[in-house]
């Protein structure tokens, strides 16, 4: 029986509630027949630890995790800390240290859920955004001089360098290529910066000739945005830098009915290290600690992380049983305009996986 070590990080707020859920899941799955268990080992870094230790996690804490197969995260924000350093201290610290620089974010309208786009059907958005996860705009590179006084000057430099944005760009050709449309659109602003989008734009031509059979295009990412509203079919893989595939997804998440249900994965395609998944949604202090956060964002990640781990069958399985729960609106939670509870949906999916 194989055993995958987990390091379970629920963070801040909501986090707190819908990571012991995904584990309450991933356990389910393991003791329904499955020829794996589970070994969980949980981290209370985040806010309270910032609050006890002056640090989010401690700085041995990437050694702690190191060897783990995957790491589960919950979120990371507190409003009484300043976000850059609940970001950088924690979330960030951990997809840096361990490069996990491909971050995945699939995104489809589930079963039952009532997304905005009116004119679009549940099967014309399905896609899948590639998000460079170590440098561009968020590389942590600028500066700040002159502080306090009226010529003070602050700076973000945006980093690309070839041998990130070809990792990124071959990443997202393969996996376009594994999906059954092999079709790649690469975001980009070259008609305005003219360095490194440039450099990126050139990079995809290259990267495109050891993938004949992906069939890809180049949209600027102010369009993109259009597209997403007004074509959805006409997308399927897309690849961005940073900032650029930050907003890009959050708006995918939006289009697809609630930022409750959108999982992310921060890849690190040659498994140096462990890579982490996580709902896409923040700490959301307004409803924690009241048994109201939806649960399905973490389970999506949970079946990412599955899929990470090997486990395709299991993986199927759980999206299977999510895609049951979100097409009943008596398991809705508030986000989706209905009255469920973390725990009604958690024992829900469970059941569903004990009864397949
Ligand atoms: P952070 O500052 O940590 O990014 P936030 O509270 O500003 O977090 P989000 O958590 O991303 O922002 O979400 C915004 C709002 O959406 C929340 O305040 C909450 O009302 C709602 N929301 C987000 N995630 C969920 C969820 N899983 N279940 C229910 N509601 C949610």
Redesign the pocket.
Known sequence: MKTYKIACIPGD??GKE?IPAGQEVLQALAAGGSDFRFEFTSFGWGGDWYRAHGKMMPDDGLEAIRGMDAILFG?A?DPHIP?HITLWGLRLKICQGFDQYANVRPTRILPGIDAPLKRCGPRDLDWVIVRENSEGEYAGVGGRAHQGHPIEVATDVSILTRAGVERIMRFAFRLAQSRPRKQLTVVTKSNAQRHGMVMWDEVAVAVSKEFPDVRWDKELVDACTARMVNRPASLDTLVATNLHADILSDLAAALAGS??IAPTGNIDPERRYPSMFE?I???????MGKG???PV?TFWSCVMLLEHLGEPQAAARLMAAIEEITADPKLH???LGGQARTADVTAAVISRLNNR
């Open positions: 707020g909501i819908v979120s924000g976000d930022l409750g709902p949604h923040g700490s959301a202090f307004d409803i109201l956060a939806n964002g939670t508030g986000d």
